[in-house]
């Protein structure tokens, strides 16, 4: 059974250090997107990417985060320098969006990088 | 911002009843999904209706989508202590900008045994 994969499950770590969070989407999928999950604001889309290019990352606090999929393979959400107020959970999902079509199709999640900045 | 919001915020029924959620959203719409998440767990897709469609069913999941009223609804028939879980709406906009899905904050779903 296909899966999206997410590494670390869970991260502890002092606020200012560096955060990197990996995704491996379902291969075959060509729309890989991060999203943030918080009790107060819900699940929130902060970037997504289709055929390895970045389509919107205006959900993203671009001083400190930046998304990359270095290969079809691997997505990677970077924050430097963490912050307190980065607590909270992040999913990757991944889809396959055919040509012609936009990217609101049926997505598959990861159980996310439960993530806590001291 | 949020696009869709599920009503009621919580719901706790007993097993074999039906639960049923709603959901409104603001903009034109290409498709609206219904999600579950179990606690720890990431999102699972249940169900995809697309604008032009007012009815979908799937196994004990039947969703409707007014657009005129823009809302859709889910009925979870037979509930099972299984399907104890917080349910999302989502959806994708029809419009131009980004076309992810836009998700809503959850109906959280006990079923009591």
């Known amino acids: 059974d296909a899966r999206v994969t997410q590494t670390p499950r869970h991260k502890v770590t002092e606020m200012g250090q560096e955060v990197t969070m990996r995704c491996q989407p379902i291969l075959g999928h060509n729309t890989v997107f991060w999203y943030r999950q918080t009790m107060m604001q819900g699940l929130e889309l902060l970037a997504y990417f289709r055929n390895r290019a970045p389509l919107d990352d205006s959900g993203m606090p671009k001083d400190r985060f930046s998304a990359e999929m270095p290969d079809a393979t691997l997505a990677t959400l970077k924050i430097q320098p963490s912050e307190p107020r980065d607590s909270a959970v992040y999913f990757c999902?991944?889809?396959?969006?055919?040509?012609?079509?936009?990217?609101?199709?049926?997505?598959?999640f990861g159980d996310g990088t439960r993530l806590s900045i001291l | 911002s949020q696009q869709g919001e599920e009503d009621p915020q919580a719901l706790s029924i007993q097993e074999g009843e039906n639960a049923t959620m709603n959901c409104s959203y603001k903009t034109s719409i290409n498709n609206l999904q219904w999600y579950r998440q179990n606690s720890g767990r990431g999102l699972v897709h249940l169900i995809l209706?697309?604008?032009?469609?007012r009815e979908k069913h799937s196994g004990r999941l039947r969703v409707t989508l007014d657009t005129s009223k823009k809302s859709s609804s889910l009925l979870i028939t037979a509930s099972r202590a299984a399907d104890t879980a917080s349910y999302f709406c989502a959806t994708g906009y029809s419009g131009g900008g980004a076309d992810g899905l836009t998700f809503g904050k959850g109906t959280h779903l006990i079923i009591q045994p």
């Open positions: 999902a991944s889809g396959l969006t055919r040509d012609g079509e936009k990217s609101n199709q049926p997505q598959h």
């Open positions: 209706i697309r604008s032009n469609e």
